[in-house]
């Protein structure tokens, strides 16, 4: 079965730096999506990405935050300024043919800002 | 109000229990509704999506009700294997939005 794959398992990065998270989606899939969790905490949804360009943002996703799709598989997260407090884990997920279809998720990057 | 709203749980039951979640959404303009569940430490999956007429899969039944803005889902013989914790999932559908619940976490015993 095809899965969303995402780069690092776990990236432990010092307050102030950058960080690039990465994912490579399900191959035919057209939508895109950064979630994060919190540890104890639900689900958060940070952003949609469509065609190339971002359909929706949440909060949470400030000017710290951005995303790409770089060529025709790879689609990342830029967090330009880490902060304690982006500690969580971030989750890459895709849909196939609309914003409707159910979401497949990557295994996830724990991020760990000191 | 909550966005998306659980029972709370935990729910603890014995193997070979019928157990039910329900969840409640507050925008009347939501468009896709699922079941996610997920594992310690572990990324969401999905169990099933929700549909007007109630679906079934084996031992899962989710129910959608628009007009009370409620979703609910059954599971019935649960198995050890069934523990997790289950996520209801809303999608307002407009730019790819999906707002999770908290969450309810199911114990299944021996």
């Known amino acids: 079965e095809p899965e969303v794959t995402q780069t690092p398992s776990h990236q432990v990065t010092q307050m102030g730096q950058e960080v690039i998270l990465r994912c490579v989606p399900i191959?035919?899939?057209?939508?895109f999506y950064w979630y994060r969790q919190i540890l104890g905490q639900k689900v958060e949804f940070l952003v949609s990405?469509?065609?190339?360009?971002?359909?929706?943002k949440s909060e949470i996703f400030d000017d710290q935050f951005s995303v790409e799709r770089p060529d025709g598989s790879n689609f990342t997260l830029k967090i330009r300024s880490t902060k304690l407090e982006d500690s969580a884990m971030y989750f890459c997920?895709?849909?196939?043919?609309?914003?409707?279809?159910?979401?497949?998720f990557g295994n996830g990057t724990r991020l760990t800002v000191t | 109000r909550k966005e998306v709203e659980q029972d709370p749980g935990p729910f603890n039951v014995p193997e070979g229990a019928t157990v039910a979640f329900n969840c409640t959404y507050s925008n009347s303009a939501s468009q896709s509704f699922f079941w996610y569940r997920q594992d310690c430490r572990k990324e969401p999956k999905l169990l099933m999506s929700?549909?007007?007429s109630g679906n079934e899969d084996g031992r899962f039944t989710a129910q959608l009700n628009r007009a009370s803005q409620y979703i609910s889902l059954l599971i019935r013989d649960s198995k050890l294997s069934d523990s997790a914790t289950y996520l209801c999932v809303v999608n307002v559908g407009n730019a790819g939005k999906s707002t999770f619940g908290d969450g309810t976490t199911l114990t299944v015993k021996p």
């Open positions: 990405f469509y065609n190339n360009e971002i359909s929706e």
């Open positions: 997920a895709s849909g196939d043919v609309s914003y409707n279809s159910p979401l497949h």
């Open positions: 191959s035919n899939h057209l939508y």
């Open positions: 929700v549909y007007s």
